[in-house]
T-cell receptor
């Protein structure tokens, strides 16, 4: 089956700890994205990557970091600098950037205690 | 700034009736629009898209209408079913935005028997 996987589905961390969320795709897509969703709100872009070894900040990149060492993987680290990290995190990918449908993973719900 | 938003936060529809979900956008340069469906605790699923050179596009039980004059987008769902209960997001993109989708806040659709 082709698709995007995110793990874990639920994640709990203590305040002040860094945490890394996994995103893997086997769609052979060049572009990958990370979004944050808060209750009752739309998605906001954190980081995106157009190609391996390249990534750019989105609208709310502060307190987050990413890497893109492999085409199929785009992990997101939520650092202790992120003031309000509790949220639903969604990873997406598309064939390329530009006018292309973005396919979403199932999401990871992060709760910082 | 430019934004995409929805008129109605919650839409209650009787099973079998048609649903209409509305979306207003303010960026006149937007030239690609997508509707996503998101069930509770899951990632968004693509429903249908439309480019700005069209004013109507039909899929299976869904129709998207685009009125560029008033910058309005709508999603019509025919013969609404219980499985259609979800949050629906419109998202827009401009050709020069490298694939950045701007999401609205979403409309909760509740299908009643």
């Amino acid at each position: 089956d082709g698709g995007i996987t995110q793990s874990p589905k639920y994640l709990f961390r203590k305040e002040g700890q860094n945490v890394t969320l996994s995103c893997e795709q086997n769609l052979n897509h060049d572009a990958m994205y990370w979004y944050r969703q808060d209750p009752g709100q739309g998605l906001r872009l954190i980081y995106y990557s157009q190609i391996v070894n390249d990534f750019q900040k989105g609208d709310i990149a502060e307190g987050y970091s990413v890497s893109r060492e492999k085409k199929e993987s785009f992990p997101l680290t939520v650092t202790s600098a992120q003031k309000n990290p509790t949220a639903f995190y969604l990873c997406a990918s598309s064939i390329g950037t530009g006018i292309n449908e973005q396919f979403f993973g199932p999401g990871t719900r992060l709760t910082v205690l | 700034g430019e934004s995409v938003g929805l008129h109605l936060p919650t839409l209650s529809v009787q099973e079998g009736d048609n649903s209409i979900i509305n979306c207003a956008y303010s960026n006149s340069a937007s030239d690609y629009f997508i509707w996503y469906k998101q069930e509770s605790g899951k990632g968004p699923q693509f429903i249908i898209d439309i480019r700005s050179n069209m004013d109507k596009r039909q899929g299976q039980r869904v129709t998207v209408l685009l009125n560029k004059t008033v910058k309005h987008l709508s999603l019509q769902i025919a013969a609404t079913q219980p499985g259609d209960s979800a949050v629906y997001f419109c998202a827009e993109m401009t050709t020069d935005s490298w694939g950045k989708l701007q999401f609205g806040a979403g409309t909760q659709v509740v299908v009643t028997p």
